[in-house]
């Protein structure tokens, strides 16, 4: 008995060792994945990619290792001498530092290892900058990114590029003096001074645009100040100044060029999102681009009824409600829209330079048009179903629909019988004899 007992402990001792052993094991698995201290630059989306033609920049979300284990770093408390901390540990450059708060490259996963952070900027390693001792709540979306310059890297004076507007011919304004990219500032940028740099990537001169504040994204580098006549071959003939910190974040310039194919015509609108085609928030086609229309104090019936007009509907409404049919993308092109209610078309009307002002997607327009008139039925619906019966042409078939309130919709098909069709064919100039009624959308939904 004495034996059995000794075995039974031998054995419970046993398990109690390997399961250390497994434990230790897997410490060991997940501290080996990163040195202590160790910071990498991480995330790979539109931001990040748009940045690649530079050439002269790394950029990424900043992570951090502590603990054996990769983790973010928050944008609370983080500027421009973490930013030099950060790009001296990766071995870059601190010259044109720029930091991004709220996750520019992507949330970041795991923990959230670094908060509040105070630096000197003289700090080999971010760990050694001082943590707050009552460090702010903070979540991913909060996640810092930074953009550092590669070291001893040369481009070539005048070359220009435009990053972060998704295709080549629009984005932030970047371009090279002194072998170094930089940003213009666009409170004194001309749609003169776009003109150039327009025909510097090879579009027309004609309807180059500038916009004067960040539209899609900060720029890197300098900040200059250029001033062209529009004349000019090249941007290094345009007279340009290096400011410091007399241009603040918001201002750094984009520029948008006229698109070798353009997708509109210029002066077209379109309503989108909405539950008919008569529904929805107005885009507008300038450049060769569609682009939103900014509301604003300005934008009530007046606008909305030359919308319609122009769309081929009756009069209508303005809606009111902010982004009630979703938000736009891109820059807003028409901005401090006044109409007097009877042009042709939406340009027509007065209204503010384009890009002349930052405008939020709440404030996107929107117009609701009377696309019908109010008791008028139709027959719609072009399904198999449809098709189906067209050798017998003597027949017309199709989905019931009904105009109210300036609007088609459907009739279900509850409660529905002859009598109803034969009111329908009537109302809609044909024989009752022989009418045929069909539920659960036979005609598609």
């Known amino acids: 008995g004495f034996h059995l007992q000794l075995d039974y402990y031998h054995a419970d001792r046993m398990k109690s060792l390997l399961a250390l052993c497994f434990a230790l094991a897997a410490v060991a698995a997940v501290r080996s994945d990163c040195t202590e201290g160790d910071i990498r630059l991480n995330g790979n989306d539109s931001r990040a990619r748009d940045l690649e033609p530079l050439n002269s920049v790394v950029a990424g979300r900043v992570e951090v290792c502590l603990h054996g284990q990769w983790g ?67 979540t991913h979306k909060q996640d810092v990114g930074v953009v550092c310059q590669v070291p001893d890297h040369s481009c070539r004076n005048g070359e220009v590029h435009l990053i972060g507007g998704g295709t080549k011919n629009k984005g932030t304004a970047q371009v090279c003096f002194y072998q170094q990219y930089g940003t213009i500032c666009g409170e004194r940028l001309s749609n003169s001074t776009a003109s150039v740099i327009c025909a510097s990537l090879g579009y027309s001169r004609a309807g180059a645009i500038a916009i004067p504040h960040t539209i899609y ?145 709440q404030q996107d327009a929107s117009a609701t048009c009377i696309d019908c008139t109010e008791g008028d039925i139709r027959l719609n619906g072009t399904d198999s179903r449809a098709r189906d019966l067209e050798p017998l042409n003597s027949v017309v078939a199709g989905r019931v629909e009904v105009c109210l309130h300036g609007q088609w919709g459907t009739v279900c098909s509850s409660g529905f019988g002859v009598a109803e069709g034969n009111v329908t064919c009537r109302q809609l100039g044909y024989s009752t004899r022989g009418v045929i009624y069909q539920p659960n959308a036979p005609f598609g939904e």
Request: charged share 15%; with cysteine.
């Open 217 to 361: 994204g900060i720029g890197i580098g300098p900040v200059h100040n250029m001033l062209c006549n529009g004349t000019e071959r090249n941007i290094t003939q345009c007279l340009h100044s290096t400011t410091t910190s007399s241009c603040p974040q918001s201002s750094h310039a984009a520029v948008l060029c006229k698109p070798t194919n353009p997708a509109c015509r210029d002066g077209q609108i379109r309503l989108v999102n909405g539950t008919s085609r008569a529904v929805g928030r107005v885009e507008v086609c300038f450049n060769g681009e569609w682009g939103r229309v900014c509301g604003g104090g300005s934008w009530d019936n007046r606008e909305a009824n030359v919308v319609c007009r122009q769309l081929g509907f009756m009069p209508g409404n303005a809606t009111t409600q902010p982004a009630r049919y979703g938000k736009g993308s891109g820059v807003s092109l028409l901005d401090q829209v006044v109409c007097h209610g009877n042009e042709t078309s939406l340009l027509s009307c007065t209204h503010a330079q384009v890009g002349s002002r930052e405008c939020t997607y």
């Open 72 to 138: 973010t770093v928050c944008s609370s408390g983080f500027g421009v001498a973490e930013g030099n901390v950060t790009c001296r540990q990766l071995g870059y450059s601190t010259r044109g530092v720029i930091y991004q708060p709220n996750a520019p490259f992507g949330e970041g996963l795991g923990p959230i290892h670094l908060s509040s952070l105070t630096c000197h900027g003289t700090e080999e390693l971010l760990v050694n900058c001082t943590k707050s001792a009552r460090p702010v709540s903070c």
